[in-house]
């Protein structure tokens, strides 16, 4: 282990270095903690200028509920998860027999294939903005939750691709061998004995898509417009402008839109952590 | 008709489909992904590209035909002139190289939190908190931590700058020797501190990596290279980076992705401005194709090709690490 446990050293680095612990992670969260402090703040506070100090009473319950009831935010929360929960589903499907097809069937078009949803999944945003947004207008779907979905799941579709292939191609092959010798057909394979075994990885990509998308900013820009379509990171954009220097509110918000990826990272760490990493630690 | 299935009668099995089932398997499995992915992030590539040599705002006219208009290399020309474009350009450089800071302060991170003490694994989620919520609120916190008047920073100011005075009429005013700094208002620095504000969420990350790299490390090596008298840098230098290696790359990657693509920090907290100061070329083009002076989709997409060949550059890199890995299996 790097660096030495610290179990070796002398008692007063023991010591020390259990103390600095708390405090580094207090400077690394300021941030965070600041934001939450003024969500449960009361209004006279900010106006009075106590943005840092005690707060003068404790607001949390009546400061959440004015976000819902003041502003659009419930409907852009719902959008939200209008959008995330099918994209997840879509790509994880999708990806799961596009990674299978190409990690099992040795043919000409497997690394070509492979490589071209590698490198349409790291294209900046912006040389699809233009087309897909016309795409969606023309086809009625600019301004809708359907039009959000479509696009994520067709570009995450690229990642979950190199993840799944990955992972079933370390699979071992000799299961799959004898299955076919035994006169099992290709879709029962996939079905029966390949996605049992990957049920892992689908745990860890659905965690990591839903953060992705849920987080996303750029497309719910680029492709809506009105209140009733916007998810809510684009939301608390608006509610910043809406609620000027209600700062006890605007933070609210921005908590209520953290909560969601922030629980599923807490309740599936493992799997969240082994889907970022992944090929961080093979040669 | 060929021989039948020896008793069962399985008469299936002399079908053309069936004797090529093992080539047509993949390509039925890859299409759906395929089509899907063709139809909203390949094809759009060309056309991004192909609009770029089209003015256009984006509209058609009663018959339903675009209204485009082709001026060959124009938009290219006229991005050769533009200032605006320059800025961009230098400030994604400046993005790339400060950018980078998010990999050694991840790997010191992971070091730091490298240890069996009680609660150290939440310690290691508590850290990487950061990178799990959305850009948009990191940038909502940090321009209201850089705001003079009620900001961290604009308290600090007034704590050291400032003095308090009760007039006869009983208001409070303050005098400052000097104004607290708006410093997402100065040109000069405002760039720096959108990327100081990313570099937070970055470093979680680049720390998640390291930390699940250092897990790796290969026990035996370290005793073998302590009893050698190797510690502490020399130890790092010599035997713990080079086997982080598959790490750092992982690492660097994902920090060159993310200055490239960086976007929503600089939309939440500056727009751009001012004066254009902290665009960046990923904001300048939306800003371009999208925005309250008409829509120029055509230099717009000039400047998404500028930056997805930059962009390529990477890909093509990094494809290229991934085929040698193919080779090598």
């Known amino acids: 282990m790097f660096p030495k446990p610290i179990e070796q050293s002398s008692p007063a680095r023991q010591l020390l270095y259990k103390f600095s612990l708390p405090i580094v992670l207090f400077i690394w969260l300021l941030p965070l903690l600041a934001i939450f402090m003024t969500s449960i703040r009361p209004a006279v506070d900010i106006n009075s200028g106590n943005m840092f100090g005690w707060p003068s009473s404790f607001d949390l319950i009546p400061n959440y509920i004015a976000v819902f009831t003041d502003s659009e935010a419930l409907v852009y929360f719902w959008n939200s998860v209008k959008v995330t929960i099918p994209t997840v589903i879509i790509s994880v499907s999708l990806a799961c027999l596009a990674g299978y097809g190409l990690a099992i069937y040795r043919f000409r078009f497997a690394l070509p294939l492979f490589f071209l949803f590698i490198a349409g999944n790291f294209v900046p945003f912006q040389i699809l903005m233009v087309p897909v947004r016309d795409l969606s207008v023309r086809t009625g779907l600019y301004d809708t939750v359907t039009g959000l979905v479509l696009f994520h799941a067709a570009f995450q579709t690229g990642f979950c691709t190199l993840f799944m292939r990955n992972f079933i191609r370390d699979l071992p092959r000799e299961l799959i061998e004898s299955a076919r010798i035994e006169g099992v057909g290709e879709l029962r394979i996939f079905w029966y004995l390949v996605l049992p075994l990957v049920r892992p990885a689908i745990a860890a990509l659905s965690v990591l898509i839903f953060t992705f998308i849920w987080n996303d900013f750029f497309w719910a820009t680029v492709l809506t417009q009105g209140e009733s379509s916007k998810p809510i990171t684009a939301g608390i954009r608006a509610l910043n402008g809406q609620f000027v220097s209600q700062w006890h509110l605007v933070s609210a918000a921005s908590l209520m839109a953290a909560v969601p990826p922030v629980v599923i990272f807490f309740a599936m760490q493992k799997h969240f952590i082994a889907g970022l990493t992944l090929g961080a630690t093979k040669g | ?329």
């Not at chain 2, 675009?66 to 400030?91: C, H, I, M, P, Q």
């Not at chain 2, 990178?131 to 900001?151: A, E, K, R, T």
């Not at chain 2, 989709?297 to 090709?305: D, F, K, P, V």
Request: aromatic share 16%.
């Open chain 2, 1 to 329: 008709m060929a021989t039948t299935d020896t008793g069962l009668g399985r008469t299936s099995r002399d079908t053309w489909l069936y004797r090529n089932r093992i080539k047509l398997a993949p390509w039925l499995f890859v299409a759906p992904a395929l089509l899907f992915f063709a139809v909203y992030v390949i094809i759009p590539i060309f056309q991004s590209i192909s609009i770029s040599f089209y003015e256009w705002n984006g509209l058609y006219n009663a018959e339903g035909e675009s209204t485009a208009e082709w001026v060959g290399l124009e938009n290219y020309a006229k991005l050769l002139d533009d200032e605006r474009f320059y800025v961009s350009l230098k400030n994604n450089v400046i993005w790339l190289v400060f950018y980078m800071l998010a990999v050694p302060i991840g790997l010191a991170i992971a070091l730091f939190l490298n240890q069996t003490v009680t609660g150290i694994r939440l310690y290691k989620s508590l850290f990487f908190f950061p990178f799990v919520i959305s850009q948009v609120v990191v940038g909502l916190i940090f321009g209201w931590f850089y705001n003079p008047d009620f900001g961290v920073i604009g308290s600090l100011w007034k704590a050291a700058f400032c003095e308090e005075t009760i007039n006869i009429v009983g208001n409070v005013t303050t005098k400052c020797s000097a104004p607290p700094p708006d410093i997402l208002a100065d040109e000069n620095w405002a760039t720096f501190a959108i990327i100081f504000a990313g570099l937070w969420p970055q470093i979680a990350y680049c720390m998640i990596l390291y930390l699940t790299g250092l897990n790796n490390v290969s026990p035996d090596q370290i005793e073998a290279a302590r009893l050698d008298g190797a510690r502490g840098w020399r130890m790092l230098r010599h035997v713990i980076l080079p086997q982080l290696a598959p790490a750092t790359f992982l690492a660097i990657v994902v920090t060159v992705i993310g200055a490239l693509r960086s976007f929503d920090m600089i939309a939440i907290m500056t727009r751009g401005g001012p004066f254009g100061s902290t665009n960046v070329l990923a904001y300048y083009m939306y800003e371009t194709a999208i925005s309250e002076y008409g829509d120029r989709y055509g230099y717009g997409s000039a400047i998404a090709t500028v930056l997805f060949l930059i962009m390529l550059v990477y890909i093509s890199y990094f494809l290229w690490r991934m085929y040698q890995d193919e080779k090598g299996r």
